[in-house]
């Protein structure tokens, strides 16, 4: 076509529509130089995000106790968690212990296998007064000697069941010097089989192993179950040496027969367990417990979280499940240090905001 002034227009009835737009479209112009970076602001931001200094911190390692064999009778028939048969305690004057089962001391093992390869080390592993959850810290952090095949390929994974925290074939948790200093230090004594009741398993030197510190309020749903039960500390106290059972009674006074706890007074005593791990010295502490317990303590918190979050905090724990979390509190008054600290060098000239 040709216009007016005779110059050649382009025929838009032959062109696509997106051409014609684009064609109809005013020219962009350049963005300016001190403009905003705009995929910068237009990123998404995280709805939630909180953020404390370190010090204000703790790095909890949840871990749910190993199979036990009231779980498998449980699992049988719900009823079974009544039977006295199955109660923490001495039975007809033999000692019988609610303990983990073979395949919860292999549940154990490898978890123990699992943080070392992770490089889980913390500062104080605390356990609930139940058998079945110390058991399994016993499992998870011991100072497990390697069997001599593991030894020979390295990988510390014997058919004695160890976890590789020894001295033949360790995690770096301990060292051979460490482990034969403390050879004569039990973390836990020989325990002789008694079939159905408890698995038999080798002594467990301390060696290198981090402090084990007994807390009464991690243990697990209290009342009517005798199996969440223990009468004394003094056989506990004898088969595992190498734990602190200073803070705990000696008699079980907190399980009542004729009384099962509620989910809110688990909660609140979850509540207050967290604010004694809170007052710790420790930034990175391993808590093992049980299920109900620990299930309830963390539906505390989060609520304000996505649902994806909070489903990942709140789901129940399997049997020797670890679970970490990042605590933070904001609202703390004292003054913890921080071990991660540099403080710098101070400059001659005043910088910052107030400058």
Same mark, same amino acid.
């Given at each position: 076509?040709?216009?007016?002034?005779?110059?050649?227009?382009?025929?838009?009835?032959?062109?696509?529509?997106?051409?014609?737009?684009?064609?109809?479209?005013?020219?962009?112009?350049?963005?300016?130089?001190?403009?905003?970076?705009?995929?910068?602001?237009?990123?998404?931001?995280?709805?939630?995000?909180?953020?404390?200094?370190?010090?204000?911190?703790?790095?909890?390692?949840?871990?749910?106790?190993?199979?036990?064999?009231?779980?498998?009778?449980?699992?049988?028939?719900?009823?079974?968690?009544?039977?006295?048969?199955?109660?923490?305690?001495?039975?007809?004057?033999?000692?019988?212990?609610?303990?983990?089962?073979?395949?919860?001391?292999?549940?154990?093992?490898?978890?123990?296998?699992?943080?070392?390869?992770?490089?889980?080390?913390?500062?104080?592993?605390?356990?609930?007064?139940?058998?079945?959850?110390?058991?399994?810290?016993?499992?998870?952090?011991?100072?497990?000697?390697?069997?001599?095949?593991?030894?020979?390929?390295?990988?510390?994974?014997?058919?004695?069941?160890?976890?590789?925290?020894?001295?033949?074939?360790?995690?770096?948790?301990?060292?051979?010097?460490?482990?034969?200093?403390?050879?004569?230090?039990?973390?836990?004594?020989?325990?002789? *089989?008694?079939?159905?009741? =408890? #698995?038999?398993?080798? &002594?467990? +030197?301390?060696?290198? /192993?981090? $402090?084990?510190?007994?807390?009464?309020?991690?243990?697990?749903?209290?009342?009517?179950?005798?199996?969440?039960?223990?009468?004394?500390?003094?056989?506990?106290?004898?088969?595992?040496?190498?734990?602190?059972?200073?803070?705990?009674?000696?008699?079980?006074?907190?399980?009542?027969?004729?009384?099962?706890?509620?989910?809110?007074?688990?909660?609140?005593?979850?509540?207050?367990?967290?604010?004694?791990?809170?007052?710790?010295?420790?930034?990175?502490?391993?808590?093992?417990?049980?299920?109900?317990?620990?299930?309830?303590?963390?539906?505390?918190?989060?609520?304000?979280?996505?649902?994806?979050?909070?489903?990942?905090?709140?789901?129940?724990? *399997?049997?020797?499940?670890? =679970? #970490?979390?990042?605590? &933070?509190? +904001?609202?703390?008054? /004292?003054? $913890?240090?921080?071990?991660?600290?540099?403080?710098?060098?101070?400059?001659?000239?005043?910088?910052?905001?107030?400058?």
């Amino acid at each position: 076509m040709t216009g007016s002034g005779g110059a050649q227009q382009p025929n838009t009835a032959l062109q696509p529509q997106a051409e014609q737009a684009a064609a109809a479209a005013p020219a962009q112009q350049p963005e300016p130089r001190d403009a905003p970076h705009r995929h910068v602001l237009e990123a998404p931001q995280p709805r939630l995000l909180q953020v404390y200094p370190l010090r204000y911190t703790k790095t909890i390692h949840f871990i749910r106790h190993g199979e036990g064999f009231h779980n498998i009778a449980g699992r049988a028939n719900h009823d079974n968690y009544k039977s006295w048969e199955y109660e923490d305690s001495h039975l007809r004057q033999a000692l019988v212990l609610l303990v983990g089962t073979p395949e919860g001391w292999r549940q154990a093992h490898e978890l123990g296998r699992h943080m070392a390869a992770a490089g889980i080390r913390p500062q104080v592993v605390i356990v609930s007064p139940l058998t079945r959850a110390i058991e399994t810290a016993v499992g998870a952090f011991g100072d497990h000697p390697a069997s001599p095949a593991a030894v020979a390929n390295g990988n510390g994974n014997g058919s004695s069941g160890g976890n590789g925290n020894g001295s033949s074939g360790g995690n770096g948790n301990g060292s051979a010097s460490a482990s034969a200093s403390a050879s004569a230090e039990l973390l836990m004594a020989e325990l002789s *089989e008694i079939p159905g009741k =408890r #698995s038999g398993h080798p &002594a467990v +030197p301390l060696g290198a /192993a981090p $402090p084990f510190v007994c807390m009464e309020l991690c243990r697990e749903h209290l009342g009517v179950h005798p199996c969440d039960r223990y009468s004394s500390l003094a056989p506990k106290k004898a088969f595992f040496p190498g734990v602190d059972f200073s803070s705990v009674e000696d008699a079980d006074a907190l399980w009542q027969a004729d009384h099962r706890e509620t989910k809110e007074e688990i909660q609140a005593r979850g509540r207050v367990f967290m604010a004694q791990l809170m007052a710790r010295p420790e930034q990175e502490i391993a808590v093992v417990t049980h299920s109900s317990f620990v299930h309830y303590l963390l539906t505390n918190y989060g609520h304000t979280a996505s649902t994806h979050v909070q489903g990942d905090l709140h789901r129940w724990f *399997e049997n020797a499940e670890l =679970r #970490s979390v990042v605590v &933070a509190d +904001p609202g703390s008054t /004292a003054h $913890p240090p921080d071990p991660t600290h540099f403080p710098g060098f101070a400059s001659r000239v005043l910088e910052g905001p107030q400058a």
